[in-house]
C-alpha cells in the first residue's frame, strides 16, 4: 500500500510534476522543494534582487514613434552572476543551490537572458514563481550552446525565482550571468481603439473569429500545419512574435530552415541566440483548450537571408530538430507564373495557438506600391493580395506561409487590414524573393538550391517520425545512496515492470509517443531492516517537539496511515523491532517520493524521472539500501 503524505511545497510540486518539454528541458521540481532539503530552506528565505521599473509612459510613445506596436516586454540591463556568494547555500553533502528572487514591482511577467551560460553535467537551472505554480525548466548542460547564452520565462507576475543547483563534483565549474531581465508591461487589454492589433502577449489572445489547425477546415492541411512554427522574436529593444515554416530545400537534407517575414527584424537589433521556435503549439481537437499547450521548442538561429521589396526573411535554427517534434519541412514553388487558385494560411496570431485561414479564389498579383506605415515603400508585382473567406490573421502572424491549392508555398504574409470584419491581407512573392536580390543575403536561391539545380519547384519532405520514447532515472536513498533490487512498475498506454540495478537506475524503453503512464517504485522487504530503539526515541522527542525531525525522517517515520506523526507510529514500529508484528500493517517497508508519478503525451526523447526511496520506520536513516 502506498501513502501520499503532504507537506506543503511537495504537495504542490507532485501536482505539476507532470512532463512537457521547452527548449529540451527535462522536467522535475526546484532541488530546493525536494524532501532532502526541505529543512535546510524551511528558515532561509531566498534573497530578493529588485529592480527599477521601466518608464511606461515613454515605452507606449516608442511604440508608436518606432512602430514597435507589436513589442510587448522591454529589457532591463544586469549583472547578476553566480560569483554573486549571498545567493549560495551548501548542502550537508557538498551539493550547493543558488537562488536569487528578480521582483519588479509593476511587471506583468518576467523573461530573462543569460550570457557566459554552461551548466556541467549533472547541474540544473530553474525558473519558477513563487508559489510554484509556475515552473520552467529543469535546464542542464543539454542546453549548452557555442553561443553561451540562454532565456528562461515567461513567469507570469511581478517576480520569478532562478534557481541552480550544482553537485559537488562538479562545483565551481557552471557560470552564467543575468545579462536582461525581460519585463511585460503590456497585455491584450491594452489596446487602444485607434490601434487594434497593436498589444499581444501569447496564449488565449487571438480573436475570437480565428479558425483552430484541427477544426474541420484543417483537415486537408495536416501535414503542412507541422511545418508552422511559432517565433518569440528577441531583441536589445524588447520581444514580440511572429510566425514562419520549416522549408524543404532540392537537397532534401533536413537543413532546419525556417522562412519568415523580414518586417520581423526591421528597425531592430535582433539577438538571434534567444530566438525561440515553438513547434505543435496548438489545440487538440476544434475547441481552444483551456490551459497552456505542451511547449516543444528550440532555442537559437542564425540569419541567413532577407529583402525588404517582398518582405522575406531566411533563418537557420541553429540546432536540428529532434524528431519527438514531428517536424515537417514544406515544399514550394518559385515560378513567376505561380498564382494560387486557392490559399491556405497557417499562422500563431498575437502568439496563440495554431489557426488557419483560407481564401478559396484566385490570388491577385498586386501591381502597385505598398506604402507600409513604417515609411516603407514595397515596389509594385512583390505582392499577392489576398482576401478571406474563413478565419484572420493578426500580429503574430507575420512571415506565416501562403500554400498555393497543392500545399506548396508561395510567399508569406507582410501584412494588411484583418479583423473580425475586414480580411485584405498582401504576402511577399516567393518568386521576388528567390533571386532578385544581388548576394546569397538578400535571395533565397542560394539556400533552397545550394547546388544550383535551377528547380523552379521543391516537393515537401516528411522524415520518418519518433518510434518510441524512453523514460529513465534512478532511486536514491535519504543519504544519497543507490536503493537497489526496486520494483518500477509502468502502467498506461504500454505496462511494464524492471528492477533498479545496484546503481539504483532503471529504464522503459520502446514506449508510445504520446502516451501517459503512470511509474510505481515498490520493495517490501525486510521491514526491520534500519529499525532500532534510537528510530523510537527520536522519533518521541520529534513528536514532543524536543528534538524536531526533519521533514524526511518524519514522513519515514510516520507508518500508520494518519498524518503527521503520532503515537500509533512509535507503537507499531516498537512492536515490529520486537517480533510482535511480521511486518508494518498499512505500508511497504519501503516508500518513494513522488508516488505513484503520471507523466502525460511523452514524447520521442529520454525523459528523466527520480525517485528518493525511504526504508519505513528509519527515521535516523541507518537502514542498508540493498536489503
Known sequence: MHILRTIFCIHIIFLLNTYCIAQQSVGGKPMSCNILHLSTFKNAP????????????KLRQDDDALNLQARFSAPISTQLNLKDTEHWTVLKNGDRIWRAKIEIESALGLYIAYENFE????????????????????????????????????????????????????GGKGSFTISKVYEVYKRKMDKKSDHPYQVYEGFGDALNCHVNVNCPTGDNWQDEKRGV?????????????????????????????????????????????????????????????????IDYSLLGCNFRSGRQQSDF??????????????????????????VPSSSAIISHPQGDIKKISIDNDAAIIFNNNINWNNNVITPPNHHFLIDLDEGTLENGSSGSPLFDQNG?????????????????????????????????????????????????????????????ATISGNILNANGVAVPNVEVVLSGDDNQTTTTNSAGEY??????????????????????????????????????????????????????????????D????????????????????????????????????????????????????SANPNQ
Open 229 to 293: 512554427v511559432k517565433i518569440l522574436r528577441v531583441f536589445e529593444e524588447g520581444m514580440g512574435y511572429c510566425s514562419g515554416s520549416l522549408i524543404n530545400t532540392t537537397e532534401a537534407d533536413q537543413t532546419p530552415y525556417v522562412l519568415s517575414a523580414y518586417h520581423c527584424i526591421d528597425g531592430l537589433t535582433p539577438i538571434y541566440n534567444l530566438w525561440k521556435f515553438s513547434f505543435n503549439y496548438e489545440s487538440l481537437d476544434c475547441n481552444n483548450p483551456t490551459q497552456d499547450p
Open 119 to 170: 551548466i556541467p553535467d549533472g547541474a540544473k537551472l530553474w525558473m519558477y514563481s513563487e508559489d510554484l505554480s509556475q515552473i520552467k525548466g529543469a535546464y542542464t548542460s543539454r542546453n549548452n550552446s557555442t553561443a553561451k547564452s540562454f532565456l528562461t520565462g515567461e513567469i507570469s507576475g511581478t517576480s520569478a525565482i532562478v534557481e541552480y543547483y550544482e553537485p559537488a563534483n562538479v
Open 408 to 468: 506548396a508555398i508561395v510567399g508569406q504574409l507582410h501584412g494588411g487590414n484583418s479583423d473580425c470584419n475586414q480580411f485584405i491581407n498582401y504576402f511577399g512573392r516567393m518568386s521576388k524573393s528567390w533571386d532578385e536580390g544581388t548576394t546569397p543575403e538578400t535571395r533565397l536561391m542560394d539556400w533552397l538550391d545550394p547546388n544550383n539545380s535551377g528547380a523552379v519547384s521543391q516537393a515537401p519532405l516528411d522524415p520518418p517520425a519518433a518510434t518510441s
Open 507 to 568: 529504464t522503459f524503453s520502446n514506449l508510445t509517443i504520446g502516451g501517459s503512464y503512470t511509474i510505481d517504485p515498490r520493495k517490501d522487504t525486510n521491514p526491520r531492516n534500519g529499525l532500532t530503539p534510537l528510530d523510537v526515541i527520536l522519533s518521541f522527542q520529534g513528536l514532543t517537539l524536543q528534538n524536531p525531525l526533519s521533514d524526511l525522517a518524519e514522513i519515514a517515520g510516520n507508518v500508520s496511515p494518519s498524518t503527521p506523526l503520532n503515537v500509533t
Open 46 to 57: 531566498v534573497k530578493t534582487i529588485e529592480l527599477a521599473a521601466l518608464d511606461k509612459t
Open 570 to 621: 512509535l507503537v507499531i514500529s516498537r512492536r515490529l523491532q520486537l517480533f510482535y508484528l511480521s511486518s508494518f500493517p498499512d505500508v511497504d517497508s519501503w516508500e518513494f517520493s513522488p508516488s505513484d508519478l503520471t507523466l502525460d503525451n511523452i514524447q520521442g526523447d529520454i525523459i528523466n524521472q527520480n525517485f528518493i526511496g525511504l526504508k519505513m520506520g528509519d527515521v535516523d536513516f
Open 313 to 338: 526573411l531566411l533563418l537557420e535554427l541553429t540546432d536540428q530538430i529532434p524528431s519527438g517534434y514531428d517536424p515537417y519541412f514544406n515544399g514550394w514553388n518559385r515560378s513567376d507564373s505561380a
